[in-house]
């Protein structure tokens, strides 16, 4: 309710027009009117960043159907035992054609200033790859959800070796075991990876309601999620005590010492810089062969070159082993309860 006579109103509220005009007047002067040239140049640029560290330890994990399934005592921390840190998340909602950072952008942006050498063939593969009309990254679409992890600091902006071994992690896990009726068996024991994190990628889609149809008839969600990770195994060892590798090769009794996966040998090796290479995408889908609907995880793909300089049966060691190129490619999987 107001108590001021009319007249002292009137007086306010032409006050108030002339001091809003005193300022309004020399603001209008800086603003200059953009039109659609301008417009479609404009993009969103905010975006969240998140640097993190962390340590993560879980005693039991255990999946129960009719019997059980056992991930006992892990552990991913910084390598011997040490923080997991100087990683930085940087989580983007795209504009329309939107350039964000994606895999090696960060190498395409150190070459296109100088700092790299384009005569070595992954660097002049990531400029190429990543140098997208001035900016580095992969162009998007509106609504796409982006989020590129990396490192907090590179180190050296010369140094390859710097940037590719930023981030370092150790994952540590007692055993693998199955229990039922009959009692209880492990599958692996004494796990231990350490190794280095390269720039990964999860992209979530915005596609709306459309579908795709993959090339076994699987029909897929266009809407998916997309992973994309570089990283390298440099120290490995567990023992393999109860498994079959696809059903034909059973490595019970296995011991494995001095794990490597990388990519530095090989035909295939150019884009990854010497990085073991791993990329899926993941949506709703429905089975062709069965018409079940589940999680479909499709264009899967890894590239790595593995090296076991310690491949033991009991407590012998029967010498070494490489696998060079060792690709999985084509691959889809559905996934549904039954």
């Known amino acids: ?154 180190g050296d902006p010369t140094s390859l070796t710097d940037y590719l071994q930023a981030v370092d992690f150790e994952l540590a896990i007692d055993s693998i075991t199955t229990t039922g009726s009959e009692g209880s068996a492990s599958l692996f024991s004494n796990i231990l990876l350490q190794g280095y994190i390269g720039p990964t990628d999860l992209v979530i889609r915005n596609n709306g309601g459309a579908t795709r149809t993959l090339a076994n008839g699987n029909v897929v969600s266009g809407s998916e999620l997309q992973l994309d990770t570089h990283f390298e195994i440099s120290n490995g060892s567990l023992n393999w005590d109860a498994a079959d590798v696809i059903l034909l090769f059973n490595f019970a009794a296995v011991g494995i010492e001095g794990l490597q996966i990388h990519n530095r040998r090989g035909a295939d090796t150019l884009g990854h810089f010497g990085m073991a290479h791993a990329k899926a995408n993941l949506s709703r889908g429905t089975s062709a062969a069965s018409g079940k609907e589940g999680l479909s995880v499709h264009d899967v793909e890894f590239r790595a070159d593995i090296d076991m300089p310690v491949f033991r049966m009991g407590d012998t060691s029967i010498g070494s082993v490489q696998f060079t190129d060792f690709a999985i490619t084509n691959t889809n999987l559905m996934v549904y309860g039954h």
Not at 6 to 30: N, Q, Y
Not at 56 to 66: F, K, M, P, Q, S
Not at 96 to 114: D, T
Not at 115 to 123: A, F, G, I, K, Q
């Open 1 to 154: 309710m107001s108590f001021l006579i009319p007249e002292a109103r009137k007086f306010l509220v032409c006050l108030s027009l002339m001091a809003g005009a005193s300022i309004a007047v020399p603001a209008m002067a800086e603003f200059q009117p953009l039109d659609d040239t301008t417009l479609a140049g404009v993009t969103g640029q905010a975006g969240v960043t998140i640097e993190l560290e962390t340590k993560l330890n879980i005693d039991h994990l255990i999946w129960t159907d009719e019997g059980s399934l056992g991930i006992n005592g892990l552990r991913l921390s910084g390598q011997n035992d040490t923080v997991l840190d100087n990683m930085k998340l940087t989580i983007d909602i795209a504009g329309s054609g939107e350039v964000l950072e994606h895999g090696f952008s960060e190498i395409a942006r150190r070459a296109n200033a100088g700092l790299l050498d384009t005569s070595n063939p992954d660097v002049a593969d990531a400029l190429a790859k990543y140098s997208v009309g001035g900016s580095f990254g992969k162009q998007f679409d509106n609504g796409d959800l982006v989020i590129h992890l990396g490192a907090s600091d590179y």
